[in-house]
């Protein structure tokens, strides 16, 4: 694999910015470093370095445990349909509604899953880690350019290891790809504007690779980041050299296009999905926004804290250098806070607030971190007092970490009774948990134990050692890469395969066979896509019902007795929920009912496809009266095999 040292050297055409460098910015004494840091951080080292990481954050068990989350199933039964004949500009997801979102993330996974030979958890997650580790490198790459290598490298270790870029980062979501395509685009433009690179259509066809991921954000963010940059720093005449009409055709023929061509397939129902209800309404609120995630304005500030761990803890480190060694901040640092504030702000105001809208910011984020960090490690005086308490409470916390992590799997092993009713203590008592804990621990107890001995390992060494920030950072990076393989390869399968819908849905079809069959008042993502067919929806009032229907127990536990003594309970999934609660039924018209088994009319088909999309957001059932209106549609085989 080759990566350019300097990523911004590639010429895409002449411009009037001089293609010299411009002069770095200037850093607090930029040799006054650790020979060993600085020589770590050399692109030599340092691309190869963060590579390893992201192999192992990102890569590690991607595809070992079955899709069990709200939001998965929803793009995987997208990338089926893509894969299977559904269409590629605007393809139904699950058979019955037209997607969220633009359709990048799923093009990407979809041409993964041919060259895999199926649509399985792998391929669809695939674009995500592979997006996070490029994104990654890049951080440090662009970084490097703008200040210096050690500036850059801690930059790209605290981007890959917070917790919201991790998370985005191993799920089959559209954000991480977003998060990218921003990242170029941000980075690109401060290049540009500092005489950096003669290149003007890749800040562009990053633009409009972001809008073709998730809409008209893509554009809006970086065009409103820097046009407060250039007010700020008065660089109006910045505008005439960036080439905006060449730019425009690009994003007008890249992302215009798609929305044109799926205006033209989907219609009315298109326009109000994608361009009412998931942008305009998303962000004003009103009488007809009925989504979820409706917080008060202070929320994201807390999400961003929350999604920034662990590196939350180095935020007191750099108050206290910005304060009491401030830095003559140029052109570049202020276009990082500017990146940083306007994104949070904007953020703030849609009435629907989700801590992963922040992920663009994220790069800005670290970056900013890492210049006082840089600060500190040249100059650390100001903040040593902070340096050295928070190092010795750095060291606790992964001594605690790491022991208690020990401490689980002595129980687990020794004693798993004792340890299921630890489980149950903490609201856990999902019955199947404990016992697939236990599987996977024994499937790779070397790695289970070698895990948590290397975070007890750098706790002691954050504790006796000397204190110093550079050692802190590398050894919290190192600490969450242990973490995160051990959570990969046990936690996360056995909570996995606890939850999904997999197994019941396999353990259904076969039972069905060709038999006509419906949900009951709410589509599930899960079953859709394990079951490799497109299933009708079906009212509860509905006069007309199918041989088998799968329904949320809530919602059967609904129905009027007299409707419930029509139907057999055939087999009861596993719980949805680690408490133990939310269960799926696959149900039978008994011999003899008064709705006697057949397939849907015709007279019952309707094309609503947007009353089912509030009701498919979660795990958790919709309630008995949000089900009631839903009609029959139409089933069709979608059995091709993944």
């Not at 609201?427 to 134990?449: K, N, Y």
Request: aromatic share 10%.
């Amino acid at each position: 694999m080759k990566v350019p040292e300097e990523i911004s050297r590639a010429d895409s055409g002449p411009a009037p910015i001089p293609a010299c460098e411009a002069p770095r910015e200037p850093a607090a004494a930029p040799d006054d470093a650790p020979n060993w840091l600085r020589h770590i951080a050399e692109p030599r080292y340092a691309w190869p370095i963060l590579l390893i990481f992201g192999v192992a954050l990102y890569l590690v068990n991607l595809g070992g445990y079955p899709l069990y989350t709200k939001g998965e199933p929803r793009e995987a039964v997208t990338v089926f349909d893509i894969v299977h004949g559904g269409g590629v500009i605007l393809p139904q997801r699950a058979g019955v509604e037209i997607p969220s979102k633009p359709l990048l993330m799923h093009w990407m996974a979809a041409l993964v899953s041919l060259v895999a030979g199926g649509v399985n958890e792998f391929a669809v997650r695939l674009p995500s880690a592979g997006l996070a580790i490029a994104g990654v490198i890049l951080c440090y790459f662009y970084v490097r350019r703008l200040f210096d290598n050690v500036t850059a490298l801690i930059a790209a270790l605290i981007l890959a290891t917070t917790f919201q870029y991790l998370q985005a980062g191993t799920g089959a979501r559209v954000d991480m790809t977003l998060t990218f395509f921003m990242e170029v685009a941000f980075f690109e433009f401060i290049l540009m504007a500092e005489g950096l690179t003669r290149r003007r259509m890749l800040l562009y066809v990053a633009i409009a690779l972001a809008v073709l991921t998730k809409g008209p954000i893509g554009l809006i963010l970086p065009g409103l980041v820097a046009l407060i940059w250039i007010a700020v720093e008065k660089r109006w005449d910045l505008l005439r050299t960036m080439g905006l009409v060449r730019g425009a055709i690009v994003v007008l023929v890249l992302a215009g296009g798609w929305y044109l061509a799926a205006l033209i397939e989907g219609g009315p129902d298109f326009f109000r999905k994608q361009v009412l209800a998931e942008n305009l309404l998303r962000f004003a609120g009103g009488a007809d926004f009925h989504e979820g995630h409706i917080h008060p304005f202070y929320y994201m500030e807390l999400a961003l804290l929350a999604g920034f761990i662990p590196w939350t803890i180095l935020l007191p480190i750099v108050g206290v250098q910005a304060v009491r060694a401030p830095r003559a901040l140029g052109p570049r640092a202020k276009y990082i806070i500017v990146w940083f504030a306007a994104v949070l702000i904007f953020y703030n105001l849609p009435q629907s607030k989700r801590g992963v809208y922040l992920l663009c910011m994220y790069p800005a984020f670290a970056t900013l971190v890492a210049i006082y960090v840089r600060q500190a490690v040249a100059r650390p005086e100001p903040a040593r007092a902070w340096v050295h308490w928070i190092a010795r409470l750095s060291g606790l916390a992964m001594v605690s970490l790491g022991g208690a992590g020990l401490i689980a799997l002595a129980i687990l092993v020794a004693r798993p009774p004792e340890f299921a009713g630890l489980l149950q203590a903490a609201g856990i008592r999902a019955p199947a948990f404990p016992r697939l804990l236990t599987s996977a621990v024994a499937e790779d107890w070397v790695l289970d134990l070698a895990m948590p001995l290397g975070v007890v390992a750098l706790g002691v060494f954050m504790i006796f050692t000397r204190p110093r920030i550079e050692r802190m950072v590398l050894a919290i990076a190192a600490t969450m890469v242990f973490t995160t393989v051990a959570v990969n390869v046990v936690v996360i399968p056995a909570i996995a395969n606890t939850l999904s819908l997999r197994d019941f849905t396999d353990h259904a079809m076969k039972i069905v066979a060709d038999s006509p069959v419906g949900y009951l008042g709410a589509l599930n993502y899960d079953v859709a896509f394990y079951s490799r067919r497109t299933i009708p929806i079906v009212a509860q009032r509905n006069p007309q019902m199918p041989e088998y229907l799968i329904a949320w127990r809530t919602l059967f536990n609904a129905l009027p007795a007299s409707r419930q003594s029509r139907f057999d309970i055939v087999i009861t999934s596993n719980p949805t929920s680690l408490d133990g609660t939310d269960e799926m039924l696959l149900l039978r018209q008994r011999a003899g009912s008064p709705d006697p088994p057949s397939k849907p009319s015709d007279d019952y088909i309707q094309a609503g496809i947007s009353t089912t999309c509030s009701l498919c957001e979660s795990h958790r059932p919709p309630s008995p009266a949000a089900a009631a209106p839903l009609p029959i549609r139409r089933a069709s085989s979608r059995r091709n095999s993944a």
